[in-house]
DNA sequence: TAGGATGGCTACCCGCGAGTATGATGCATG
DNA sequence: CATGCATCATACTCGCGGGTAGCCATCCTA
């Protein structure tokens, strides 16, 4: 998704054999997907900048320097442009889910898996998109798509949560809030990440995963520096 | 702010003297006032439901009863609409933070302290304006001033923390991507806050600030029930 | 080389919604 | 009663932007 150059697979695969008839049309069918990926990649950037309801189709036409009926002709609408925005964004996250699943290790550290993905998405292109399609601004059949998938995760993280408490990795807590302040954190970095890119999107993760894990509180068994001294563990009421 | 009959200071101590020729033009100032307030109520509940850009000015009108020239003898445009409903919604903020410079208390308490009217805030009707209001959508000069404010609270946090490792009250962190996270989650409280308000404002800030504080990691200061057996601190690199 | 499929452009339609011109009503003052 | 100010409604302008109609170019296939 970095460069246009990325064939995708099964056509790549097929290529050798230039005897069939049915080779310049697959082409072409490439062509357009990798024409319609240029689309929506072009549509992400114009709404990371600008906003939904602040870019144009023409905006987005201008961008890629063709007309307005070009970008239609490769989706049906705007509408369906921030959708497969937000598609784009999630996927990687689902499948962050789907790869934990597998892995044989204590619930925190799947979670963590998937929270690094998970602030990884967030960071990447597709990040604003993702975490700002709004059902308002779509009509009820992607709205509900969308809140599907958005539930999907969430669902996931609390999920997670609660089999920490169970293999004891993560302390008891209430999985529905704690869900929704990890998440909320992560998704918050679309806010302010668009312009200072000085730290990458695992790095930010990362740091934020360090602050769930361990709290505001110091600990007594200090892994770092820092002296508690007149201000133990819990302090006041 | 909650009922219209809350009369500003000065008119209601001079409400007295009824003799002076200025009365009546100062209650219809009054009067003014609070128009203009339900005016700006209404613009914030219609932007809850429906976002800014799918809000119209008719419907705010007719959200009151009234014509869109009415709307607009109380401001003069729709983009200062959503600005007063921003420091409406930020100003409880800033308050907290005056407030919290008052305490002396471990900056973790006071910090809690912050976070707490933070959360409240969030949740409160100006909540959505007030984490939603884009530079994007606003001139310039409109998005400094919102720019300033939110940055305002963002070094304020920072500050808190800063402060609080040095007091020995907060674990060692990086005070900017620490204030990213805790505000992160907080202001996402708005995206979610809005059908299911099976909880209170205060109720879910307690629930944040409590993952806050001790984080995901089982403590074995056990101040819960839980038991951390085979997972003791920290598990893996 | 004819004919169809693919890809694209110019030029348009049209509705929505921000903002306004104009004037009516009512109430206080002189 | 006349004047003036405050308040609000009817009815309008007008530009932006989503979406489309219709036409042209190119290239593949027969």
Same mark, same amino acid.
Request: aromatic letters at 8%.
């Given at each position: &998704?970095? @460069?246009?150059?990325?064939?995708?697979g099964?056509?790549?695969?097929?290529?050798? #054999?230039?005897?069939?008839?049915?080779?310049?049309?697959?082409e072409?069918?490439?062509? %357009? @997907?990798?024409?319609?990926?240029?689309?929506?990649?072009?549509?992400?950037?114009?709404?990371? %900048?600008k906003?939904?309801?602040?870019?144009?189709?023409?905006?987005?036409?201008?961008?890629?320097?063709?007309?307005?009926?070009?970008?239609?002709?490769?989706?049906?609408?705007?509408? @369906?442009?921030?959708?497969?925005?937000?598609?784009?964004?999630i996927?990687?996250?689902?499948?962050?889910?789907?790869?934990?699943?597998?892995?044989?290790?204590?619930? %925190?550290?799947?979670?963590?898996?998937?929270?690094?993905?998970?602030?990884?998405?967030?960071?990447?292109?597709?990040?604003?998109?993702?975490?700002?399609?709004e059902?308002?601004? #779509?009509?009820?059949?992607?709205?509900?798509?969308?809140?599907?998938?958005?539930?999907?995760?969430?669902?996931?993280?609390?999920?997670?949560?609660?089999?920490g &408490?169970?293999?004891?990795?993560?302390?008891?807590?209430d999985?529905?809030?704690?869900a929704?302040?990890?998440?909320?954190?992560?998704?918050?970095?679309?806010?302010?990440?668009?312009?200072?890119?000085?730290?990458?999107?695992?790095?930010?993760?990362?740091?934020?995963?360090?602050?769930?894990?361990?709290?505001?509180?110091? %600990?007594?068994?200090?892994?770092?520096?820092?002296?508690?001294?007149?201000?133990?563990?819990?302090?006041?009421?």
């Amino acid at each position: &998704m970095s @460069q246009e150059g990325s064939p995708c697979g099964p056509a790549a695969a097929r290529a050798p #054999l230039r005897e069939s008839p049915w080779r310049a049309s697959r082409e072409r069918l490439r062509d %357009r @997907q990798v024409k319609r990926e240029a689309v929506i990649r072009a549509a992400a950037h114009a709404f990371n %900048r600008k906003g939904y309801h602040n870019t144009s189709l023409d905006d987005i036409a201008a961008a890629l320097e063709v007309s307005k009926p070009t970008v239609y002709y490769y989706v049906s609408n705007k509408e @369906q442009l921030l959708f497969e925005c937000f598609v784009a964004g999630i996927e990687p996250i689902r499948a962050a889910f789907r790869e934990a699943r597998l892995m044989k290790a204590p619930a %925190r550290e799947r979670l963590k898996a998937v929270l690094r993905h998970y602030g990884r998405a967030v960071a990447s292109e597709f990040g604003w998109c993702m975490v700002r399609a709004e059902d308002q601004d #779509l009509a009820p059949a992607m709205s509900g798509h969308i809140k599907a998938l958005k539930s999907e995760i969430d669902q996931g993280i609390r999920r997670l949560l609660r089999e920490g &408490m169970q293999d004891g990795s993560i302390h008891p807590c209430d999985p529905k809030m704690t869900a929704f302040a990890l998440a909320g954190a992560l998704n918050w970095i679309a806010h302010w990440y668009r312009d200072s890119h000085s730290l990458s999107g695992a790095e930010i993760a990362e740091a934020f995963i360090s602050v769930f894990e361990s709290g505001l509180t110091p %600990r007594q068994s200090a892994e770092s520096a820092g002296a508690p001294r007149h201000v133990s563990a819990r302090l006041a009421r």
